[in-house]
Structures are given as structure tokens and as C-alpha cells.
């Protein structure tokens, strides 16, 4: 739900609305997501983490503030560091925000992560001729399928085996149409991340009423707010 996502300060004004759009994506996304599983019984290994221990993830910056909101509602000790000094989330090889020593849980921002964590291992990318296809991950069984030892589906047959994969492009397209010319904008999280925290920050203590695309440098970090 958006009230755990966002701090206190940040309820209404232009940043709040296309946060709102991005909870709304997201949430459509993990519903397809959900579905899709629920037809074909995938899911990942028990305490695998390959997925995040060799990338980090490019982000928009819809998707870097809604991160960053989730961590100063939810996480404030962790989204000062992170604040105060890009040099606390490491550029390589894996995602900073994954943690090996949490076998159930190896992601320290669940709620908050971007699509593509959403997504990975489970969507589908349009073929050449624009139908829908299916590849299973490496780590991942083989699933009963009239092509004995099949990894790979797409069009009709993916249709009639499995029903339709969200895919990765149409929910980014979306994420994207929020801020038209937002795609060109990408960067790695590590790199995302850290203003995103002092925007969130300095404009929820403006109750929400800055504008999300300002420029100049960014804000001194006002106190960050207590976690309920």
C-alpha cells in the first residue's frame, strides 16, 4: 500500500502523483507477475540470489525516488548514510542491497525495488516478429511441455502452455511515459540513489510542495524522520 511507501511529508503535490503511477504499475505488474506463476508453477530456487549478486540494476528516476521514499519512511538510519555519502553503496559486482546472509529474505528494500527485481526471472521480451516470448532461468527445472526439454516458448504456444508472461518492456514503457524523455535518464542504482534520498528528504519537509524536477545542487540534508 502507497502509505508505506511514502513519507509523512510527501502526500500530495507533482512528485506524490507520478509516485502514485509508479505504485500503480507496479502493483499491475506483480499482479501479472503473480498470475503467470500461478498457471505454470515457476519460482526461483529456494535462497538463490544470481540474480542480484552479478548486476545492479539501471533505474529511472521515478523509480530511484520511489526507492529512495521507501527507505526514509521505512529505513531512515540506512537512507542517511546513503545521503550523506555516495561512497556507502558500492559500484560493483552485485546489488548493494542484496544481502547473501538472509536466505529468505536477500533483499534489504523489497517493497521498494525497481522493476526489473520485480520482474527478473519471470517476464517475457517480444520476439522479432513482436509476439511474446519465454525463457526459463538458468537456475530454474524444466516445466512439462509438449517439447520434451524445452527452456524456450513464444507466440501460440507460449499462449496455449502457459498463458501470457508479463513483459519487462510494456511496464517500462509505462514507467517511462510518466516523464516522457525520462528513459535517456537511466543510471545504475548506486549512482541513482543517493540524491534521490535528499529530494525525497527535502521535499517532504516541504510537506510535498517542491518541484521534482528543480535544478541547482542538491539540498543540505534536513533531519530525516523517525521510522513508526
Not at 502509505?3 to 502493483?27: A, C, K, M, Q
Request: glycine share 10%; net charge negative.
Amino acid at each position: 500500500m502507497l502509505h508505506t511507501i511514502l513519507p509523512e511529508g510527501l502526500r500530495f503535490g507533482v512528485l506524490f502523483d507520478r509516485l502514485t503511477s509508479v505504485h500503480s504499475i507496479y502493483t499491475r505488474a506483480e499482479e501479472a507477475l503473480a498470475s503467470f506463476r500461478a498457471r505454470n508453477g515457476l519460482s526461483c530456487p529456494a535462497g538463490c540470489g544470481t540474480c542480484c549478486e552479478g548486476f545492479i540494476p539501471d533505474v529511472l528516476p521515478l523509480e530511484a525516488s520511489y526507492l529512495a521514499a521507501w527507505l526514509v519512511r521505512n529505513r531512515p538510519e540506512r537512507a542517511r548514510e546513503m545521503a550523506e555519502s555516495d561512497a556507502v553503496l558500492p559500484t560493483g559486482p552485485g546489488c548493494p542491497l542484496y544481502d547473501p546472509n538472509k536466505p529468505e529474505a536477500h533483499c534489504t528494500v523489497y517493497p521498494g525495488r525497481p522493476l526489473i527485481c520485480r520482474l527478473f526471472a519471470f517476464s517475457g521480451v517480444r520476439a522479432k516478429g513482436g509476439q511474446a516470448s519465454f525463457a526459463l532461468c538458468r537456475g530454474m527445472p524444466d516445466l512439462p511441455s509438449p517439447r520434451s526439454g524445452a527452456r524456450t516458448w513464444e507466440g501460440p504456444e507460449l499462449e496455449t502452455l502457459f498463458g501470457p508472461p508479463p513483459l519487462m518492456s510494456d511496464f517500462g514503457a509505462e514507467l517511462e511515459g510518466i516523464v516522457p524523455g525520462d528513459g535517456s535518464r537511466r543510471a545504475p542504482l548506486t549512482e541513482a540513489l543517493p540524491p534521490a534520498i535528499r529530494q525525497i528528504v527535502f521535499l517532504s519537509e516541504l510537506g510535498g510542495r517542491g518541484d521534482p524536477n528543480r535544478d541547482g545542487n542538491d539540498p543540505v540534508l534536513p533531519p530525516l524522520p523517525r521510522a513508526s
